[in-house]
T-cell receptor
Framework: DSGVTQTPKHLITATGQRVTLRCSPRSGDLSVYWYQQSLDQGLQFLIQYYNGEERAKGNILERFSAQQFPDLHSELNLSSLELGDSALYFC??????????????????FGPGTRLTVL | QQPVQSPQAVILREGEDAVINCSSSKALYSVHWYRQKHGEAPVFLMILLKGGEQKGHDKISASFNEKKQQSSLYLTASQLSYSGTYFCGTISSGSARQLTFGSGTQLTVLP
């Protein structure tokens, strides 16, 4: 258990609909990342938030949006859904660690994912 | 740009060794390795930083060639539990700390 929670676990909806996926990061982690993983594909980075502000954007469609709230949980909103949006959506939170030699690293902990099926 | 992993898939017997490679066309700050079981979340294995530092699990080893922007993950004396898809993720030097993942290597360990 990574400590990152995501709800719901499964979501089945129809084309054209809108859904909201929710993520709660590990206690103390300020960064939240969203990834999309289509069937047998790699992880595609969508967007990152840090302490409530958007930090980086990846291949996120205009139909998708996200936000991070003051309590640090995050929501990913997917609208005008298409069949191709069916995928596993992962949220990750991260901690910045330091190594003995002074290097810093960013370790991401992934939640269990939300499986979205668009019919 | 996505790092390139090789091989795409490998099948081995319990106790055999395997090497998974990851290469990037960009100058890298760090390389991250994750393992994902089917339908589950990716699990962190290892981080290798430019300059030689690394953090990971005792039973996993990896290397990072900064000149070639390549990393290799070494799985020795493989166990059935090693089966899964291995992803490398890279963070480029000078960029936001954003991980770009490769397409994965599917590892199957047979008894």
């Amino acid at each position: 258990d990574s400590g990152v929670t995501q709800t719901p676990k499964h979501l089945i909806t129809a084309t054209g609909q809108r859904v909201t996926l929710r993520c709660s990061p590990r206690s103390g982690d300020l960064s939240v990342y969203w990834y999309q993983q289509s069937l047998d594909q790699g992880l595609q980075f969508l967007i990152q938030y840090y302490n409530g502000e958007e930090r980086a954007k990846g291949n996120i469609l205009e139909r998708f949006s996200a936000q991070q709230f003051p309590d640090l949980h995050s929501e990913l909103n997917l609208s005008s859904l298409e069949l191709g949006d069916s995928a596993l959506y992962f949220c990750a939170s991260s901690v910045v660690g330091s190594l003995a030699g002074g290097g810093t690293y960013n370790e991401q902990f992934f939640g269990p994912g939300t499986r979205l099926t668009v019919l | 740009q996505q790092p390139v992993q090789s091989p795409q898939a490998v099948i081995l017997r319990e106790g055999e060794d395997a090497v998974i490679n990851c290469s990037s066309s960009k100058a890298l700050y760090s390389v991250h390795w994750y393992r994902q079981k089917h339908g589950e979340a990716p699990v962190f294995l290892m981080i290798l930083l430019k300059g030689g530092e690394q953090k990971g699990h005792d039973k996993i080893s990896a290397s990072f060639n900064e000149k070639k922007q390549q990393s290799s993950l070494y799985l020795t004396a493989s166990q059935l539990s090693y089966s899964g898809t291995y992803f490398c993720g890279t963070i480029s030097s000078g960029s936001a700390r954003q991980l770009t993942f490769g397409s994965g290597t599917q590892l199957t360990v047979l008894p």
